[in-house]
C-alpha cells in the first residue's frame, strides 16, 4: 500500500497547489468573480463537503480491492484494469482530501453518508430524481451504493486465479455503479466548477469501465450481477 500512500500524498500537494494557482490567476486577470469562486469556502454541509468525504471513503475501498486482485491473479487484464483503478482513485482521492485541507473542513463528519445527495436542491443545479439517493442501508461495512462487504472482501482475498477475476470484476461493476451514482450527484449540486468537473470526468470514467468490465465478464463466462 506503500505506493497508493504516496501517490494520495502527491495528489494533495497538486491540489493544495492547483486551488492556490486559480486564486492567483483570476486576481492577475482581474477576475474578481472568478477569484471569490475558487477560493470560497462550502459549507461543512454542502455537497461539496459531503462529496469530498464520502467519495474518498468509497475511493478508498476501489484501490483496496483493485491490489487484493492484483496478488491474486496473473491475467494481464485484469491487472491493468486494476492498476489503471487503483491509481487513477488513489489520485483522485488525494485531490479531494486536498480540498477539505485547503477549506479547513473535517475529513469525518457526523452526518450519515450520502445525506448530502438528500438534500433537494441545494447548490448547483440540482435535479429533483436524485434526491432519492441520500438513504443507504448500510450492511456489514457497505457504507455507501456500490461498496462490498465485510465478507465480499474476504472472500475476494482468499480467491485465486479466474475466480477472483470474476469476483473482483462484479464487485468493481457494482462499486462503479455506486460511484456513478454519487459522482453525478456532484455533477447536479456542487457549487465549486473543479470539483464538478472532477465528478463528471469520474461519472464518464467509470461508465468506460463498467463497458469493459462487462466485456472482461463475457470473456470469462460470466456477467455482472442483477
Known sequence: MTRTYWAAVTAVVLALLFAAGAVTVAVGNGN?????????????DSADAGFARDMSVHHQQAVEMSFIVRDRTKDEEVRRLAYDIANTQANQRGMMLGWLDLWELPKVSS???????ASGESGGSAHGGHGGHGTHEVRDGSLMPGMATRAELAKLRKAD????????????TDHHKGGVTMAQGCADRCEVGTERSLAQGMVDAQQSEIGLMADLLKARGAAARP
Open 32 to 44: 474578481d468573480d472568478a477569484a471569490s469562486t475558487a477560493s470560497r469556502t462550502p459549507a461543512v
Open 111 to 117: 452526518d450519515e453518508p450520502m445525506s448530502w445527495m
Open 161 to 172: 486465479g479466474k475466480q477472483a477475476e470474476i469476483l473482483y470484476l462484479r464487485l468493481m
